[in-house]
């Protein structure tokens, strides 16, 4: 079956450092890849919508110079959490649709939880 | 915008009985998806259960059925024969229909937490 790998699985750094997460089809090409964040015991809040080749679409409220998305390939979508900061500590997970149709299904990764100090 | 609504936040089963977790929906398109995903506390996301809304025969998937309302936009799940692995919290989500080329992103409730009593 279809497979999406997000790494790291967890990371713990410092306030003021960039993280980088990776979210990657590994037996299919995604034309399509969401990122959500989750925060603890709530639901899953979509904070963008990453097409290949083209810029992301952000949802209200997110900003887009904090949250750097980058979709260079059919398999690859990255998501840059640039200058942390204790509030963007979170739960991150992506998902990824193998094509446009109604009827293929969206592939989640396992998540990153990441903790800024 | 569209909306998904679990009024159950958290709910309690015994082994080997039955439990129903509900979901409504509000939404002014006639063709949609609705989804129950699982995720445990490993944090995955696995899905259950897919409904399309043009579809007017209940899914089901072996232990897991749902009571799919379009007119009253309910969409609830029936787990049956709850076995321990089936606790988790469960998410309803909704989904549009894709349009200019690229599918919709899916549209969560805030999830019910079941638990499993042996």
Redesign the interface.
Known sequence: GAVVSQHPSRVICKSGTSVKIECRSLDFQATTMFWYRQFPKQSLMLMATSNEGSKATYEQGVEKDKFLINHASLTLSTLTVTSAHPEDSSFYICSATRAAANNQPQHFGDGTRLSIL | AQTVTQSQPEMSVQEAETVTLSCTYDTSESDY?LFWYKQPP????I?VI?QEAYKQQNATENRFSVNFQKAAKSFSLKISDSQLGDAAMY?CAY?R??YG???G???????TKLSVKP
């Open positions: 998806y490993s944090r995955q996301m899905l897919r998410f989904r229909l894709n080329g690229s599918q992103n899916l549209i969560f409730g805030k999830g």
